[in-house]
């Protein structure tokens, strides 16, 4: 019996601590990603002559919204053939280099999450953007596994503390902010969304950025608490900005923390929402 027993309590020690490393694992590439290569081959692309060229990047190294990824590009694409515009797709970083980055009106961080791009087409990223380029972020692009200075302060405005967990899909009524843009003050008012709402340490709007949505954080349950986390049961209250943007040099940036799984890309304002955000970026 005492045998069973010493078998019984090893087998559940044994879970517990294997349990515990894929749940740090997980932590970890959420965090950091894992080590991959970067592409620096700069890739064959035909551009159209007299169309705006978007280059849609959903690589990842960190946690894949995969079913959003993929959602997305067939919905972005009909925006492009609406709107006159060109889209190059890749989850290659061999474009971002100077030259072929010209050649784009905006940059697209589909989802991207972990550190995608080297140092130096990081640097090149920045001076497209300083130099009249735009970039868009969409939702895990705004996470905290990038690690990347100029990210975060010209895309992001704030530092990615966590999302809810339980439950980590709430409905939450998406509110118009008074506009500045005309462009922007003609999306609707209000709409009701569900999504995994990011909670960040900073609010946005205290670093300059535009608002142009915000959810009552109040009225969510904002905690990621999990296992061993105790830290992460806050929020940002009740202004709580989940889409922005600005203009950083001569360039434009925009981000929205929507966009986790595929069913944002069903909600007709959402896509309003990023097809407005790309006619601003596209200069239209």
């Known amino acids: 019996m005492k045998r069973v027993i010493k078998i019984v309590l090893w087998s559940v020690l044994s879970l517990l601590v294997l349990l515990g ?15 991959v290569s970067y592409e620096t081959e700069a890739p064959q692309i035909d551009f159209p002559a007299g169309k705006r ?15 959003s990824i993929d959602a997305s590009k067939p919905v972005i ?5 609406k709107n006159g515009w060109f889209v190059y797709e890749t989850e ?10 010209a050649k784009f009106s905006t940059v697209i961080f589909n989802n991207s999450t972990g550190e995608v ?4 087409q990081k640097r090149a990223l920045e001076q497209y953007v300083e130099n009249g380029g735009s970039l868009l972020g969409i939702h ?16 992001l405005g704030a530092k990615f503390s966590h999302h809810p967990i339980d439950p980590q899909f709430q409905v939450a009524d998406v509110q118009l902010d008074p506009q500045r843009n005309s462009l922007f003050s003609k999306l609707p008012s209000r709409w009701s969304h569900s999504d995994e709402w990011y ?5 946005p709007r205290q670093k300059g950025f535009n608002i142009i949505y915000t959810i009552n954080g109040d009225a969510i349950n904002p905690s990621g608490n999990i296992l061993f986390v105790t830290s992460k049961n806050f929020g940002m209250g009740k202004d709580h900005p989940v889409a922005w943007y600005k203009q950083t040099g001569k360039g434009k940036t925009f981000y929205t923390s929507m966009g986790h799984n595929e069913t944002a890309w069903q909600n007709q304002n959402f896509v309003k929402l990023l097809e407005t955000a790309l006619q601003w970026t596209n200069n239209q």
């Not at 895990?140 to 200075?149: E, F, L, Q, T, V």
């Open 117 to 120: 791009i080297n140092d130096e």
């Open 140 to 155: 895990g692009a705004g996470d905290d596994s990038h690690h990347w200075d100029w990210y975060e302060q010209n895309l």
């Open 199 to 203: 909670v960040f340490f900073e609010n």
């Open 53 to 67: 060229a978007i280059l849609l990047f959903s690589k990842t190294t960190g946690f894949r919204h995969g079913a």
């Open 77 to 81: 694409k009909a925006l492009a053939e």
């Open 21 to 35: 490393a894929a749940a740090s694992l997980f932590i970890y590439k959420v965090k950091n990603g894992f080590p």
């Open 92 to 101: 290659e970083g061999g474009a971002f280099n100077p030259a072929q980055l």
